[in-house]
């Protein structure tokens, strides 16, 4: 079946985050991390079935849903060894991350995180307590790359005990190689620091690059893990709240259930998990991949739109998420300003990387996750706010 991701749905007036959270009818946004694009159709009919049965009380999360995640992450992306009883069920990624940072540290434990990265992963680790310690990456050659010795200088730190990875990477677009990986995971095991990986954006992958579940390249790393993930962004389905920690070790799984117990995040509702059976499918698998190549070609439009128009702002290669990371070091004044001045004078709403950790550099973090016709429009809008603020 072919898909249609060029189809216009209005969502202004719908109570949606992304649209509706500007008062303003003509502002294009291209910030929040939710796509345009309708859903699976498969999803959609599973839920209207639910929907006509006309009882929504609490909801029993059946065993067909867990063989359903084990089937898809091993089908899909290789992951051996997963059982069951493995698997945790909580209402989102992040709730996610921020119980298991409560369940397996104490106050005044640091957690690692590797910078410009998800603004949430700050909060996640403050909010318990703990403190941030930042390993940030190197920008070179329209790329990120790690900081090995800074990396591993900073796991030997005793009082790091959490090394929070972002695979696929969020807002630099990197999709980690297994090499990359393994070198983490061997320096994490040498300094006893324990991995979340939050791996969200693991369906959505550009041409040519694979992405690869860190807890699957070997025993130690999947017993030295807990992997966070969900259908949502992938699927479009982020409203729906469902997400799965996946934690092979029992004493540290036996703490982060108590965890997501204790922040009330322990129960999803019935919506929730039947999307996701719907969509861990063959038919799913093959929405995804008309998807990505459809997020491809925007990529491909915006970067060859910034070639053309606005080669004074570099565009850093997307590997995967929808998400693109525009440096604008040009303008010399911070991303914060930059985004502001877009949003008021141009009316279309981006991201500012200040709020991913980014001070060096003035990044804007764009996301292409709509019809091409909304892009375009937005770019042309982009264009003239730079330029003009370029003089």
Same mark, same amino acid.
């Given at each position: 079946m072919k898909y249609d991701f060029d189809q216009v749905i209005p969502r202004r007036h719908t109570n949606s985050v992304k649209w509706d959270e500007a008062a303003e009818e003509n502002v294009i946004p291209l910030w929040v991390a939710d796509m345009d694009f309708p859903v699976l159709p498969q999803i959609t009919e599973a839920l209207h079935r639910r929907v006509?049965?006309?009882?929504?009380g609490y909801t029993h999360v059946p065993d067909s849903y867990y063989r359903s995640v084990i089937r898809w992450f091993k089908e899909q992306h290789g992951m051996q060894g997963v059982d069951p009883a493995d698997i945790i069920y909580t209402s989102g990624v992040v709730p996610a991350i921020s119980a298991i940072i409560r369940g397996l540290t104490l106050p005044g434990d640091k957690v690692l995180i590797q910078t410009p990265v998800y603004n949430c992963f700050f909060s996640s680790i403050r909010n318990q307590g703990c403190i &941030?310690?930042?390993s940030p990456l190197i920008y070179t050659k329209g790329t990120y790359a790690v900081d090995w010795d800074d990396f591993e200088k900073k796991c030997s730190d005793e009082r790091v005990r959490i090394f929070l990875l972002c695979n696929p990477h969020n807002p630099v677009g990197r999709v980690w190689t297994q090499e990359e990986l393994r070198k983490m995971g061997k320096i994490c095991l040498k300094h006893d620091v324990y991995v979340i990986a939050d791996e969200i954006h693991c369906e959505l992958v550009m041409p040519d690059h694979e992405y690869t579940p860190f807890a699957s390249l070997s025993e130690q790393f999947?017993?030295?893990?807990?992997?966070?993930?969900?259908?949502?962004?992938?699927?479009? &389905?982020?409203?729906?709240?469902i997400a799965n920690i996946i934690v092979k070790d029992a004493k540290r799984r036996e703490r982060i259930n108590r965890a997501i117990n204790l922040h009330e995040v322990c129960d999803v509702n019935p919506f929730g998990v039947i999307a996701t059976e719907a969509a861990y499918t063959d038919e799913g698998a093959e929405w995804l991949r008309q998807?990505?190549?459809?997020?491809?070609?925007?990529?491909?439009?915006?970067?060859?739109?910034?070639?053309?128009?606005?080669?004074?702002?570099?565009? &850093?290669?997307?590997?995967?998420?929808?998400?693109?990371?525009?440096?604008?070091?040009?303008?010399?004044?911070?991303?914060r300003e930059i985004a502001d001045d877009l949003f008021r004078q141009q009316r279309v709403w981006v991201n500012?990387?200040?709020?991913?950790?980014?001070?060096?550099h003035a990044f804007i973090r764009v996301n292409i996750a709509c019809p091409r016709k909304v892009l375009a429009e937005g770019l042309v809008r982009m264009e003239k706010g730079l330029l003009t603020k370029l003089g």
């Open positions: 006509d049965h006309g009882v929504f &941030i310690e930042e999947l017993i030295n893990s807990a992997m966070c993930v969900a259908p949502t962004k992938a699927f479009n &389905i982020a409203g729906l709240q998807l990505n190549l459809y997020l491809y070609g925007n990529y491909c439009f915006l970067r060859d739109f910034f070639s053309e128009h606005l080669p004074q702002f570099p565009v &850093i290669q997307l590997e995967g998420t929808y998400l693109v990371w525009v440096d604008c070091a040009v303008l010399g004044v911070s991303s500012d990387g200040e709020m991913y950790g980014e001070t060096n």
